[in-house]
């Protein structure tokens, strides 16, 4: 089935789902609007069972009645945690934008839908007059809206040409594109990259004849290219958005990008992403179809062939694998063969910051493995050490060992027990500032106070080999208990180590391993068992406090010991 027939048949099934009472992806004003576009696209799809169809256009015409009594007084749409946005707006508007753009063009057409569509048309420019100040005036509060906002702007003075929605556009692009050197957006989020940054940047550059805004997407899809696994699946681990706790984000949402530079650029690194991402599930397939009716040419035949693996060759531990892929902003290294892939992963921002927030790269995932079916999903490390949570690396080093590339990582808690206060600042009732001295928080004067530190070293060492790794774990400072959590992806079967409930396991001595189907990974020799080194994961009291936690589901297998000796373990196909 060629590109267009593929995404025709999709659309259609959802017009047919939401006529039949599916909800929308999305809620709200953003749903509502989806809904409208839904209809409407099928409508003027010459090749859809819609078109022209009276039961979509009456379809579209509810759907838009909803979406204007959601406009408030001064434009904006108000729903979900952000009320009164401008950048939510946006993500409105550029629908908005999007679906009077092909109605207005399908009135200058002559197949019978001239004044069928033109009440449509002259509605969403009513919302888009309305929005208009509220979009020029507005502000954002994360790095994307500034493109999502931006995209908006460009797309209402392409339909209504306006000097001031202009001026307000270059404002925000005379902040520069956050991009780094490869390629990824400051937020370093596949999602956003895919669904935000990229499609709104392509707009801007369309409207402005910005050819350099489409070489920062240009470079950000090679970036993810490089981060997609042959099953479509990509990294995420190095994210500061929500994506960060995702392990099977797909690649659909770059297919209309990948797809636009295969066939303007003949760019084979993009035709093979727009494969795999239009094979997977998640397609949009609507929005595609909006994007294909306004530009005929980007449902044409991709470029190429499939492009193959990087293998690697050699005798050192590394062979088999290809020359690793650092993205050194993000401490990012990923080793990738025929059927393996290696990330190690060490560019967390909680030990720069000092603590979790939202917008913060937190997760404390440092190694992943996929060789087949068989995926160790994440490594990570817990200490028994004053509740200041899982290893979380300062950084990634490669170091060259002659025969191979190891990747270094490692990162240091320090905390301590406070002296009495001085006798000068000592107050009789008691009553001292409340200060948060980056463990916990209380009525002490910590910062009037010395302190008696205490300190944990810890350093991580990964060294690539023939179908996986070599870890290698030491630590400096006060004897006390860790486990190494493995944690697997769900659908196969541990083997070889203690169950100890809830899905977890603890791998006592000898070699475990997980199978998948007749992929296995293996793991191992275990280090032992004893109260004194419990086998669990520490989320720390940032999470603890709350009730909450970062941790794992599905099947986890826990190595424990004491920091006193250090540990190596050998993990692989």
Request: charged share 20%; hydrophobic share 40%; aromatic share 6%.
């Amino acid at each position: 089935m060629d590109f267009r027939a593929l995404i025709t048949e999709r659309s259609d099934e959802v017009l047919t789902a939401l006529l039949d009472g599916a909800p929308a992806h999305h809620g709200g004003h953003r749903g509502v609007m989806a809904k409208v576009r839904t209809a409407v696209v099928c409508y003027l799809n010459q090749d859809s069972r819609w078109h022209g169809d009276p039961a979509a256009l009456a379809a579209a015409d509810d759907w838009l009645s909803e979406l204007e009594a959601l406009q408030a007084d001064g434009g904006l749409f108000s729903s979900g945690d952000n009320l009164a946005s401008p950048p939510d707006s946006s993500f409105t508007i550029n629908d908005v934008a999007q679906v009077r753009a092909l109605l207005e063009a399908a009135t200058d057409g002559a197949d019978g839908t001239i004044h069928a569509v033109a009440n449509l048309a002259d509605r969403l420019a009513v919302i888009c007059d309305r929005i208009t100040p509220a979009l020029v005036a507005g502000g954002v509060h994360t790095p994307n809206h500034r493109w999502e906002i931006g995209a908006a702007l460009a797309r209402l003075h392409e339909l209504t040409p306006n000097a001031g929605v202009v001026a307000r556009l270059r404002a925000w692009l005379a902040e520069g594109v956050d991009v780094d050197g490869d390629g990824l957006y400051s937020e370093r989020s596949a999602n956003y990259a895919a669904h935000v940054s990229n499609p709104c940047l392509i707009a801007i550059a369309r409207v402005l004849q910005a050819p350099e805004l489409l070489d920062v997407v240009h470079r950000n899809l090679h970036a993810y290219a490089a981060l997609t696994d042959p099953d479509g699946i990509v990294e995420t681990v190095f994210s500061r958005r929500q994506d960060q706790r995702t392990t099977t984000f797909g690649a659909a949402g770059f297919a209309m990008q990948a797809r636009r530079f295969a066939l303007a650029r003949d760019c084979a690194g993009c035709a093979d992403l727009a494969r795999l991402a239009q094979a997977g599930t998640g397609l949009d397939a609507v929005g595609a179809l909006a994007e294909v009716l306004a530009e005929p040419g980007l449902a044409g035949e991709l470029p190429g062939v499939p492009l193959t693996d990087d293998i690697g060759s050699g005798t050192g531990p590394a062979a088999g694998w290809g020359t690793p892929l650092v993205f050194g902003g993000a401490g990012l290294a990923v080793w990738r063969s025929a059927a393996r892939t290696l990330t190690v992963y060490g560019g967390s921002d909680v030990p720069h910051m000092g603590r979790i927030a939202s917008g913060l790269a937190c997760n404390p995932t440092f190694a992943r493995l996929r060789s087949g079916a068989a995926v160790l999903e994440s490594v990570r490390l817990s200490r028994d050490f004053f509740g200041m949570g899982p290893f979380r690396s300062h950084g990634l080093r490669l170091a060259g060992a002659g025969d191979g590339d190891v990747a270094e990582l490692s990162d240091v808690l320090t905390t301590g027990y406070y002296q009495p206060i001085d006798p000068l600042l000592a107050d009789p009732d008691g009553h001292y500032d409340l200060e948060f001295e980056g463990r916990f928080a209380a009525a002490m004067s910590f910062s009037e106070r010395a302190r008696d530190r205490v300190r944990m070293g810890t350093r991580v060492r990964v060294r690539p080999h023939p179908g996986g790794f070599e870890l290698t774990v030491g630590f400096e400072g006060p004897a006390t208990a860790f486990a190494i959590e493995l944690a697997f992806r769900p659908g196969g079967t541990v083997a070889g180590a203690r169950e100890i409930g809830a899905d977890a396991y603890e791998l006592v001595e000898g070699t475990g391993s997980y199978t998948v189907g007749s992929d296995t990974l293996t793991f191992g020799p275990g280090n032992g068992s004893g109260a004194d080194r419990p086998p669990e994961y520490h989320p720390g009291e940032a999470y603890t406090f709350l009730g909450g936690t970062d941790a794992m589901a599905g099947p986890r297998v826990y190595v424990t010991g004491r920091t006193s000796e250090p540990i190596t373990l050998t993990i692989g196909g």
